[in-house]
């Protein structure tokens, strides 16, 4: 195969070199694009634009495929543990037993959090998004950590990967408490990292807490579906502040911004409200979907459709498989259940979803499950965060230790071109 693209601008050809992934996916390399040609390329939503060389995950979205540092989606989710998962993503390598428990240990060191972050997390109404109380303290956790600013070293770096591992569930499960107005706890340093989180949300105030295997064991696998997805919206958020070379809190609190909205993260909140929205409206699921093929009306059926995936979502297969078996192990019966069902077949058979390719994404079951563990909706998306974060980390390291450029697009200017300024009496 040839190693150069070509192409023509104004009669005038050039030549641009190919870059070959691991894969055989093939980039242009338009480095030096502008200054040979004085043209930029134009790719709105970056649909088509390669941002980086990435060694973490890999995914084909026309064949449903998903791999993290080479590992199958199915095979993680089926005999790994997040904490694996997270050392696997971060450092490239499945951990030895040994490198798992220093791990452990060493995030278990940090998972104090300061008093003050208490305070913080105190003053806010209990109104408070769970999402924007999130970025904010992952945020105000630089003020206390001021040695994680300026890292350099790996072994900076790992101090502060560990810090923020180690305080995030914390934090997540502290927006909960404070929205149900409960006293701030501290984590079980006798539980595992999933099975800690859950008592950090759900355990009373002097009363014991013993996690339930299947819901930690679906908490766990969740968490591993949402760990990575190379550059959607939240990690290409994370990269371009970080190659500011801000710090990783702050990097990874403008991820949370990012996946907060309801095109990202924030879908698997937006498809309970939708399920609950029709089971109110009568439950006639035809009627919805009539609405979102309508392209008068903004309607969107939620949790359809994936900007990469074109046939089906791995990661939602796997899901949906665990739906059914934790709502019947918890024997939990939910008529939103029977419409999301509903919903997805209906989808699958009409015209306009199979046209565009249209199918259930992860976060179309990952709410039902969430919902069935007893998850506020508005939390459903900060458990998410949690599950992205050694995504967001991984990617992070990556590109401080590959030393990539400060992120920077270029525009098409289509403004006014240049006039003169009117003083205000003669406007
Ligand atoms: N319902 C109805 N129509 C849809 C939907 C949907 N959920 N998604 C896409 N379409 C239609 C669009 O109207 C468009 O139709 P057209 O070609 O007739 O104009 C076509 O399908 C292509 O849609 P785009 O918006 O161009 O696709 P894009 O790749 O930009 O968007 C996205 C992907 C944002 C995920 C979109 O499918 C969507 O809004 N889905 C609902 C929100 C959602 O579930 N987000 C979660 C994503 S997964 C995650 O973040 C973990």
Redesign the pocket.
């Known amino acids: 195969m040839s190693k150069v693209a070509s192409i023509e601008i104004e009669g005038k050809s050039f030549e641009l070199p190919l870059v070959v992934g691991s894969e055989n996916e093939i980039g242009i390399d338009i480095k030096k694009l502008r200054a040979e040609t004085g043209a930029v390329t134009f790719d709105p ?1 970056y ?1 088509n634009t390669g941002a980086c060389e990435s060694a973490i995950t890999f995914l084909n979205g026309e064949e449903g495929v998903l791999r993290y540092r080479g590992y199958t989606i199915e095979e993680l989710a089926a005999k790994a543990d997040f904490l694996e998962v997270t050392y696997l993503l971060i450092f490239g390598e499945l951990p030895t037993q040994e490198q798992l428990q220093k791990f452990n240990e060493d995030i278990l060191q940090h998972s104090q959090v300061d008093e003050g972050m208490k305070k913080i997390v105190n003053s806010f109404p209990k109104s408070t998004h769970p999402m924007g109380a999130l970025a904010s303290v992952t945020s105000a956790l630089t003020a206390f950590h001021p040695e994680t600013l300026n890292v350099e070293t790996e072994d900076e770096m790992y101090d502060a990967i560990v810090k923020i591992l180690a305080k995030f569930p914390t934090l997540a499960a502290w927006t909960l408490r404070r929205k149900n107005g409960e006293e701030l706890t501290d984590r079980d340093p006798a539980l595992g990292y999933v099975e800690s989180l859950l008592k950090l949300m759900f355990g009373k105030t002097g009363e014991s807490y013993e996690p339930d295997a299947i819901v930690t064991n679906a908490l766990d696998k969740l968490l591993i579906l949402h760990a990575d ?1 190379e550059q ?1 919206c939240s990690t290409s958020t994370v990269r371009i502040v970080g190659s500011s070379q801000a710090s990783l809190f702050s990097s990874v609190s403008a991820g949370i911004s990012a996946l907060w909205g ?4 924030g ?1 698997n909140q ?2 309970i409200e939708m399920l609950e929205q029709i089971k109110a409206d009568g439950g006639d699921t035809t009627k919805y979907i009539d609405k ?2 309508d ?1 008068k009306d903004p309607f ?8 990469v995936y074109k046939n089906f979502d791995p990661r939602a297969r796997i899901i949906k498989k665990s739906a059914d078996e934790v709502l019947d192990q918890l024997g939990v019966e939910d008529p939103v259940l029977e419409i999301a069902k509903g919903l997805e077949k209906t989808a699958l058979e009409d015209q306009y979803f199979i046209d ?1 390719k ?1 199918y259930p ?4 079951y990952s709410g039902i499950i969430y919902k069935a563990m007893g998850i506020p909706t508005d939390m459903f998306t900060v458990m998410f965060a949690v599950g992205r974060l050694p995504g967001w980390i991984a990617q992070w390291r990556e590109m401080r230790l590959k030393k990539e450029p400060i992120g920077r697009p270029r525009q098409i200017y289509v403004g006014e071109n240049k006039r003169e300024f009117k003083a205000i009496e003669n406007r």
């Open positions: 939503g649909k997805h959607n309801p095109l990202h993260g879908a937006a498809v979102a093929k392209k969107r059926l939620m949790g359809f459709g994936h900007r565009r249209l994404n992860v976060d179309f």
